[in-house]
């Protein structure tokens, strides 16, 4: 039943390595995201999809790179691992003016 | 530069001692405010949107109202289980883009 879902929820790896975050959705929403929390609870957006087609990529580095199959799943793959980027990465959807967040993935990066 | 500042980073309040939180907001073109709660471990779970300045949300012990440059969420009563942290959020007429707050952390004593 669950609105937004993201695997895994932890994810333990070591410097260098690549891993990916999956996202689904399951609203018949359009538009999907990907937001990065930090330690200080502040919530930015890295990415936008809109029905597959990318709308929104902020300053993010090239080694993050979202990928849409449909417009049901969002997935982000991150190459070349580094420690600051240790956070929860948040999956959302929204259609109009309400976003619905996922529950979260906690990587950290050794 | 359109942005969310929140306040307090921190509140603690006992049981039955009602506070406000608030959320002051710049941004070119106001679309809706929007108030989530976050539990630890969770991602944000909607609570109001606001979308004019005078306009008023209430939900059990939580009334959201919004001027035209700050919210304010309104805790009456407060019990332990609205121990939280409350985000706001502001999304602009580039409607796709929704800016965070850091948000404030309530812990309510019993």
């Known amino acids: 039943d669950t609105a937004v879902s993201q695997t895994p929820k932890y994810l333990v790896t070591q410097m260098g390595n690549d891993k990916s975050i999956k996202c689904e959705q399951n609203?018949?929403?359009?538009?999907m995201y990907w937001y990065k929390q930090d330690s200080k609870k502040f919530l930015k957006i890295m990415f936008s999809?809109?029905?597959?087609?990318?709308?929104i990529n902020e300053t993010v580095p090239n080694r993050f790179s979202p990928k849409s199959p449909d417009k049901a799943h969002l997935n982000l793959h991150i190459n070349s691992l580094e420690l600051g980027d240790s956070a929860v990465y948040f999956c959302a959807s929204t259609q109009g003016n309400t976003i619905y967040f996922g529950e979260g993935s906690w990587l950290t990066v050794v | 530069e359109d942005q969310v500042t929140q306040s307090p980073e921190a509140l603690r309040l006992q049981e039955g001692e009602s506070s406000s939180l608030n959320c002051s907001y710049t941004?070119?073109?106001?679309?809706?405010l929007f108030w989530y709660r976050q539990d630890p471990g969770k991602g944000p779970e909607f609570l109001f949107t606001?979308?004019?300045a005078g306009e008023e949300k209430e939900k059990e012990r939580l009334k959201a109202t919004l001027t035209k440059k700050e919210s304010f969420l309104h805790i009456t009563a407060p019990k332990p289980e609205d121990s939280a942290t409350y985000l706001c959020a502001v999304q602009a007429y580039n409607f796709n883009k929704f800016y965070f707050g850091s948000g404030t952390k309530l812990n309510v004593k019993p």
């Open positions: 999809y809109n029905n597959k087609e990318l709308i």
């Open positions: 941004v070119s073109g106001l679309r809706g």
């Open positions: 609203l018949g929403h359009d538009t």
């Open positions: 606001l979308y004019s």
